[in-house]
């Protein structure tokens, strides 16, 4: 199967009523991992690559690997999607390389740190909307600024310091015509989240939930939403890491946000902790050992699991063979003609 729409993907599951995770990858053994984990519990998947990773990588690379996962599991819609454009010019590139979705974070200035100002933010989404819409291509925004740094991009700080404002959520849907909507509620990128188990203080539900009852058909977004397990950080510990104690953002809250329009839920964190934790347990039981394959083989499957857990905790799991995927084409007629809506619904306060 070609790779697909982010859009249709975002909009079947927002008609089945799930969620589907945004898993971020650097290396085929990820790729192989999510997909061995979309394949066991049948979930349609976003497999997403950041600037750092598309760095690291070499995009062409990460793109080939892609490609090879959709023929290998010609079954399974598969959405490619660029994290964190920091640039009009990065989503082009992206585009050009072949992902069928970009993220334009104009929530910072283009060096990834700055916050920008609305008018900005909503400037420069836009005019990646009309390049991007004009090819099929989808887009996420995001409003309101995350906490922490993640592969350089983020602002830092706690996630407190830039809580999404309802209002300026529906101007920026309105004025951008974006497919998904990133939204900011208190988390942050990386893996020190909480230095507790998150409560209504810190981790902003409600806001969220007054988002989604203002845009009540936009998919939103969750980012910085790994949930940092304790036994994923307990298993780097035991075996020689250094981990301080920490929390991420807890399954039945990223559960109340599917159940309040969210659609998208990114996570990276928790599969970097089980892949370290598999491969320092091997390093640390069999020192002997220096055939790569002796780790990576663990560390692929320990990240497959973590995946297949979320695909069944969001709802994607069965829903792989729900649609039939529309052609990048037809979805770039559908945005001109008007059949896929760039217009949110807007609900009264
Ligand atoms: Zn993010």
């Known amino acids: 199967m070609p790779l697909v729409s982010m859009r249709q993907l975002l909009d079947e599951a927002a008609k089945g009523g799930y969620g589907v995770g945004a898993f971020n990858v650097n290396d085929m053994e990820q790729i192989q991992a999510i997909?061995?984990?979309?394949?066991?519990?049948?979930?349609?998947?976003?497999?997403?690559?950041?600037?750092?990773?598309?760095q690291f990588a070499q995009d062409r690379y990460l793109y080939h690997l892609i490609l090879a996962a959709s023929e290998l599991y010609p079954e399974i819609p598969i959405a490619m999607h660029q994290d964190h454009g920091?640039?009009?010019?990065?989503?082009?590139?992206?585009?050009?390389?072949?992902?069928?979705?970009?993220m334009m974070d104009g929530s910072l200035k283009e060096d990834g740190k700055t916050p920008a100002t609305f008018e900005e933010n909503v400037e420069v989404t836009k005019r990646v909307v009309d390049y991007a819409h004009e090819r099929g291509i989808t887009v996420e925004g995001e409003i309101g600024v995350l906490g922490g740094v993640e592969d350089g991009h983020g602002a830092g700080g706690s996630g407190l310091e830039?809580?999404?404002?309802?209002?300026?959520?529906?101007?920026?849907?309105?004025?951008?015509?974006?497919?998904?909507?990133?939204?900011?509620?208190?988390?942050?990128?990386?893996?020190?989240?909480?230095?507790?188990?998150?409560?209504?203080?810190?981790?902003?539900?409600d806001v969220l939930i007054a988002i989604h009852k203002r845009l009540p058909n936009?998919?939103?977004v969750m980012h910085g939403s790994s949930s940092v397990p304790k036994d994923l950080q307990d298993i780097v510990n035991q075996y020689g890491g250094k981990l301080k104690p920490t929390w991420g953002v807890p399954v039945e809250e990223i559960q109340?946000?599917?159940?309040?329009?969210?659609?998208?839920?990114?996570?990276?964190?928790?599969?970097r902790l089980?892949?370290?934790?598999?491969?320092?347990?091997?390093?640390?039981?069999?020192?002997?050992?220096?055939?790569?394959?002796?780790?990576?083989?663990?560390a692929r499957e320990a990240m497959k699991k973590v995946v297949a857990q979320r695909m069944r905790e969001f709802g994607q799991a069965g829903h792989g063979g729900d649609y039939k995927p529309i052609s990048i084409e037809e979805i770039a007629k559908g945005y001109k003609n008007g059949t896929l809506s760039t217009r949110p619904l807007v609900a009264s306060k």
């Not at 997909?35 to 598309?54: C, D, F, H, L, Y």
């Not at 920091?86 to 970009?102: D, P, Q, R, W």
């Not at 109340?256 to 599969?271: S, Y």
């Open 274 to 298: 089980a892949m370290t934790g598999a491969i320092r347990k091997v390093l640390w039981e069999s020192p002997e050992k220096f055939d790569p394959r002796d780790y990576m083989k663990p």
């Open 162 to 205: 830039h809580i999404t404002d309802p209002d300026q959520a529906v101007e920026f849907a309105e004025r951008t015509g974006v497919d998904a909507l990133a939204i900011a509620i208190g988390t942050s990128h990386g893996a020190y989240k909480f230095t507790k188990k998150p409560d209504g203080s810190v981790l902003k539900m």
């Open 35 to 54: 997909m061995e984990a979309a394949k066991e519990t049948n979930s349609p998947v976003i497999i997403q690559a950041s600037r750092g990773a598309r």
């Open 218 to 220: 936009t998919h939103l």
């Open 256 to 271: 109340l946000g599917i159940r309040n329009g969210v659609r998208k839920i990114n996570v990276d964190t928790d599969n």
């Open 86 to 102: 920091n640039s009009f010019e990065t989503c082009k590139s992206a585009i050009e390389l072949g992902f069928t979705s970009v």
